[in-house]
């Protein structure tokens, strides 16, 4: 047992010392999140051979575009982030505020900025932000986590960028970074009631929402579906949810095959290539194909979990526990809404969605999780 989840040396180089040393390179987080990955790009391949799209070549661009977000987290010392921690606040909250300046709508939300032929999403980026700066603002706290004061100053650190992404506006991307909010104080030490008291409240501010109609057509029907716990009767708010779940029925226990499925790229699912990638697996792999995703993912996020749980310093641990609360909320938000156990809230699968953004936010936070592992002591989990 002990092989399976051991990781292996690497020589890196030293940040502090500007000389290069012997750590761990933890091979089973890369390999995991490699493997969902490569699942996602089969699961694009397989839709634009049943259509007439080209996700396929457009998301091996962006992987190799990604290289270079994820080769700076990998090599920068940990430590920077934390040193310049205001920098990256302030850097999160222009991007989002130049949304709203120069910002693209789609689909009645201004969330986008285009460079040329890349398309950005700051809201996406202020998630990998927050979770740096907030680990950073508990780090420089220490022994302060459990006071009032800090708590209050906490909540006006994630107040400003939540209220940003709500005003694009995106009730996924808010409930993102509010979930991040609550994993790092958590793991700080912030007192529970706090915590809980923050839910009820945050609650409390959904159903208030919902009957005074403050927000959008689209986002009250999901806030019902949230805070009552079911489904609207309203068609066009499940016609998603119910094309996804004849997707998978079709698939049966061991799927129609590779590049068999009938549903997919015909537009019978839609917004199959991001918020519903995971139908192709049902429908072409069936039960066991969808086993075997959950598993990838579950073994994957037990990566993530063990990098934040060995992690000695205080910096290191918070900014993986918020790195961990994003993709874990994503994962289970995605699948769950695809299974229409969730309501929608539009939030894509970690490495599988097509998406430039996404996709470098999940290379970029694996690669920042490697470099946490490598400079991290050896522990009960290594070989």
């Given at each position: 047992m002990s092989s399976i989840l051991s990781a292996r040396s690497l020589t890196i180089p030293d940040g502090s010392q500007g000389s290069s040393r012997t750590r761990f390179f933890d091979w089973w987080l890369f390999v995991s999140a490699a493997v969902l990955l490569l699942i996602g790009m089969m699961s694009l391949y397989s839709i634009d051979k049943g259509g007439s799209t080209s996700f396929f070549r457009s998301q091996a661009i962006k992987i190799i575009l990604g290289l270079f977000p994820a080769a700076v987290m990998l090599l920068?010392?940990?430590?920077?982030?934390?040193?310049?921690?205001?920098?990256?606040?302030?850097?999160?909250?222009?991007?989002?505020?130049?949304?709203?300046?120069?910002g693209r709508s789609a689909k009645g939300a201004q969330r986008w900025i285009d460079f040329g032929p890349i398309e950005?999403?700051?809201?996406?980026?202020?998630?990998?932000?927050?979770?740096?700066?907030?680990?950073?603002?508990?780090?420089?706290?220490?022994?302060?986590?459990?006071?009032?004061?800090?708590?209050?100053?906490?909540?006006?650190?994630?107040?400003?960028?939540?209220?940003?992404?709500?005003?694009?506006?995106?009730?996924?991307?808010?409930?993102?970074?509010?979930?991040?909010?609550?994993?790092?104080?958590?793991?700080?030490?912030?007192?529970?009631?706090?915590?809980?008291?923050?839910?009820?409240?945050?609650?409390?501010?959904?159903?208030?929402?919902?009957?005074?109609?403050?927000l959008p057509d689209y986002q009250l029907k999901r806030v019902k579906e949230f805070v009552m716990g079911t489904q609207s009767n309203d068609a066009d708010s499940r016609y998603h949810q119910q094309r996804a779940l004849i997707s998978f029925g079709s698939g049966g226990i061991s799927g129609q095959g590779y590049l068999k499925g009938e549903h997919k790229g015909t537009g019978f699912v839609p917004e199959q290539q991001t918020d519903y990638i995971s139908t192709v697996v049902g429908e072409e792999g069936g039960l066991i194909g969808?086993?075997?995703?959950?598993?990838?993912?579950?073994?994957?996020?037990?990566?993530?979990?063990?990098?934040?749980?060995?992690?000695v310093d205080q910096f290191m641990k918070l900014a993986s526990a918020g790195i961990l609360s994003y993709l874990s909320f994503h994962t289970v938000a995605n699948l769950g809404m695809n299974l229409e156990l969730l309501p929608v809230v539009g939030l894509w699968l970690p490495f599988m969605s097509f998406g430039g953004t996404a996709l470098w936010l999940c290379m970029a936070s694996v690669a920042l999780l490697l470099n946490i592992r490598a400079r991290e002591p050896s522990g009960m989990f290594e070989g």
């Open positions: 920068v010392h940990p430590k920077l982030l934390q040193r310049f921690s205001s920098v990256i606040y302030v850097l999160s909250l222009s991007c989002l505020m130049l949304v709203f300046l120069a950005f999403q700051p809201s996406e980026l202020a998630k990998f932000f927050l979770a740096i700066t907030l680990a950073a603002f508990f780090a420089n706290r220490i022994g302060e986590a459990k006071s009032f004061k800090t708590y209050l100053l906490s909540l006006a650190h994630l107040g400003i960028p939540l209220l940003l992404v709500l005003k694009q506006p995106h009730l996924g991307g808010a409930l993102s970074l509010l979930l991040i909010w609550l994993g790092v104080s958590l793991v700080a030490g912030t007192q529970p009631k706090f915590l809980v008291g923050t839910v009820v409240a945050t609650f409390a501010i959904l159903v208030a929402g919902y009957y005074t109609n403050v969808c086993t075997l995703l959950l598993g990838a993912f579950g073994f994957f996020l037990f990566r993530v979990w063990l990098v934040m749980f060995q992690a």
